[in-house]
C-alpha cells in the first residue's frame, strides 16, 4: 500500500553541497532586495525632510531679509525731524513696522518648517537597520546550526 509520501532519493555529497549554495545564493538575493526596498523607503523620508527644511530655510532667509529691510526703514524713520514726520508718512503704522510683522511672521513660519523638517529627519534612520538585522540573525543561524 502506498501512503503518497516519497522517500528523498540517496543524494552526493556534492549535490547537498550544491543545494547549500544555491539556497545561500536565494538567501543573500532576497536580503539585497529587502535593502534595496528598505533603502528606497528610507531615500523617500529623507526626501521628504529635506523638501520641508529647504522650504522652512527659504521662508526664513525672506523673514531674515523683510527684517532687514524693517531696520533699514527704520533708521529712515528716526532720522525725520518730527515736524516732517506727520506730513511725511500719513500711514497709521509706519512702513517700517509694516516690514516688521511680515519678516517676523515669515521667520516665524520658517523657523517652525526647519523645527518640523529636523524632527521628521531625526524620527527615523537612514541606514538599512532591518536587513541588517536579519543578516546577522541569519549568520548566526548558520554558524550555530552546525
Keep these: 500500500m502506498s501512503t503518497g509520501v516519497q522517500s528523498p532519493p540517496d543524494q552526493s555529497m ?3 553541497v550544491k543545494g547549500i549554495i544555491n539556497d545561500l545564493g536565494d538567501l543573500i ?3 539585497v532586495r529587502f535593502a534595496k526596498a528598505e533603502m528606497k523607503t528610507d531615500f523617500q523620508k529623507t526626501k521628504e525632510s529635506i523638501a520641508v527644511l529647504a522650504a522652512g530655510t527659504a521662508v526664513s ?3 531674515v531679509l523683510l527684517l532687514a529691510w524693517m531696520l533699514v526703514h527704520l533708521l529712515h524713520w528716526l532720522t525725520i525731524p518730527a515736524e516732517a514726520a506727520a506730513a511725511y508718512d500719513p500711514a497709521r503704522v509706519p512702513l517700517w513696522g509694516c516690514f516688521g ?3 517676523g511672521v515669515l521667520l516665524a513660519i520658517g523657523a517652525a518648517l526647519v523645527m518640523a523638517g529636523k ?3 531625526s524620527s527615523f534612520n ?3 537597520d532591518e536587513t541588517a ?3 546577522k540573525e541569519n549568520v548566526e543561524w548558520i554558524t550555530n546550526s552546525k
Design 29 to 31: 538575493r532576497q536580503e
Design 126 to 128: 537612514p541606514l538599512p
Design 101 to 103: 510683522v511680515v519678516g
Design 14 to 16: 556534492t549535490g547537498l
Design 133 to 135: 538585522k536579519t543578516v
Design 119 to 121: 524632527k521628521k529627519l
Design 61 to 63: 532667509a525672506l523673514g
